[in-house]
């Protein structure tokens, strides 16, 4: 029997697999509230701020790595004290990246785990929960971007609520982040959280049936425009 040729072997594959949905936004912009919808909705949704959460947690498996890099900021035992930790990290660009060259490989790790998870259960769709999708490349693990957004002055105000958050904290956040005009620019949908939840579920349902049909961008590989400064 004829070698099957690699482009039957790809459509086999994608039959298998779900469509592979990411979900961003800068701080503030109801990222979570969507996520939120969507699991009620039945869509299985891979959460990395809580993975990281996890690995940093008590018996995390970046403790270690993190007591190694960073002593002080927690114990073994009890694991990490993340405001210890960014007392270290925010404004230290040289260890903001070694802390994040000991956690994203491992949050990767476990995204792998779920999406094969998920294959295996014959999902449909399944999101990807990542504040930092463009900022690491991950636009490109993702058959199609969608994006939150709120108007600026909402934004703030959302963030500003939170326990001890500062408009110059909240400035230092947003510098660090993919401006809001090239999140748009690259995703295949944005979605207002501005105008209430019923506008936003409305556009997740939209774009969940999409994707349910087996529309696929095949965004991996797909150059992302980031406009020079």
Same mark, same amino acid.
């Given at each position: 029997m004829a070698a099957k040729s690699l482009g039957d072997r790809l459509r086999r594959r994608a039959a298998r697999w779900p469509v592979i949905i990411g979900l961003t936004g800068s701080i503030g912009m109801g990222k979570s509230t969507l996520a939120r919808m969507a699991r009620r909705l039945g869509v299985a949704v891979h959460d990395?701020? #809580?993975t990281v959460h996890a690995l940093l947690g008590r018996r995390g498996a970046a403790v270690a790595a993190v007591l190694a890099a960073f002593p002080g900021v927690g114990t073994l035992t009890e694991g990490i004290d993340r405001k210890a930790l960014g007392a270290r990290v925010f404004g230290r660009p040289p260890a903001l990246a070694r802390l994040e060259a000991i956690l994203h490989p491992l949050v990767r790790r476990r995204e792998a785990a779920f999406l094969r998870c998920c294959g295996l259960g014959r999902r449909k769709v399944v999101i990807l929960d990542v504040p930092l999708l463009f900022e690491t490349g991950g636009e490109h693990r993702c058959d199609r971007v969608m994006v939150v957004s709120a108007p600026a002055f909402l934004q703030s105000q959302r963030v500003l609520r939170r326990p001890g958050m500062t408009a110059a904290l909240l400035a230092d956040i947003r510098a660090r982040q993919t401006p809001e005009v090239v999140k748009r620019l690259n995703a295949e949908a944005v979605v207002p959280t501005g105008l209430? @939840? %019923? @506008? #936003?579920? %409305?556009?997740? %349902? #939209?774009?969940?049936?999409?994707?349910r049909s087996g529309v696929r961008r095949w965004r991996r590989g797909k150059r992302t425009y980031r406009p020079h400064a």
């Open positions: 990395a701020d #809580a209430g @939840p %019923r @506008p #936003a579920l %409305r556009a997740l %349902r #939209a774009n969940l049936t999409m994707a």
